[in-house]
């Protein structure tokens, strides 16, 4: 029963940080670049693209990015 619990409480320390990943679709407000960065942007020569919206993977953000008009 304790390598049971033990074996549980791994998985979750390994996963939580997988799942609470966030990336976000940032524009340099000086260059008018956009960027995918992990973490919200606390500077205000950045902006998040796209009504703060949070994606779970760097994939999905990267597919995102091709259809926001501001980034192409």
Do not use: N, W
């Amino acid at each position: 029963m304790k390598k049971l619990i033990a074996g549980a409480a791994l998985l979750t320390a390994i996963a939580t940080p997988v799942l609470a990943a966030e990336f976000y679709i940032v524009q340099d407000s000086s260059t008018k670049k956009c960027t995918i960065v992990d973490k919200r942007p606390t500077v205000t020569t950045t902006t998040v693209v796209g009504g703060d919206k949070v994606y779970t993977t760097r994939e999905e953000a990267s597919t995102a990015m091709k259809t926001v008009k501001v980034c192409q």
